[in-house]
């Protein structure tokens, strides 16, 4: 069992790793110049600026914290789906593993093969649909889990996760031809 410490409200404060402060702070530097720059003109001169009731600044504020409860609910729940359907595809790669070793021949060498490469070929489509929704490269962990062979043609693949399924596919047919189903 993983046990994992609980950080405290001042760790996760500070913690950089997930946030999305790294990509915004140079926003919030530059807001926070421009908030102290306005306040001291309005400290050393009181007169420079004109002054204003707290009413609209009140609107504004009712106004932006309900926008922001909205996208905020909203895109929780488009990472929960996300989480969800990454946890489904954990599942039937788990079940599709499970049935190669279940109903492919063991018992050849060439039954052998054709359940590491199935096996590998869905290792290696998790893979590459990671890095594709990431919009990241994927060679370095796909490249291992899939035969030399295939390695020009999977790199000219305009989708490889949809490329690897075809392969997969290939292979079921493949299994089925040569009886080791």
Known sequence: ?????KPNALKLFFTLRGSILPKIYPQIFLTI????LIAGIQYWFPGFFSSYSTAPFTFLGVALSLFLGFRNNASYQRWWEARGQWGQLVVDARSLARQVLSFMDEETETGRQTQRRMIHLTIAFTHALRHRLRDTEPWQDVDRFVEP?????????QNLPEYLLR???????????????
């Open 33 to 36: 110049l421009l908030s102290t």
């Open 167 to 181: 392969l997969m596919g290939k292979k079921v047919g493949y299994s089925r031809r040569e009886r080791l189903l």
């Open 149 to 157: 062979e295939h390695h020009l043609s999977m790199r000219q693949a």
């Open 1 to 5: 069992m993983i046990v994992k410490q």
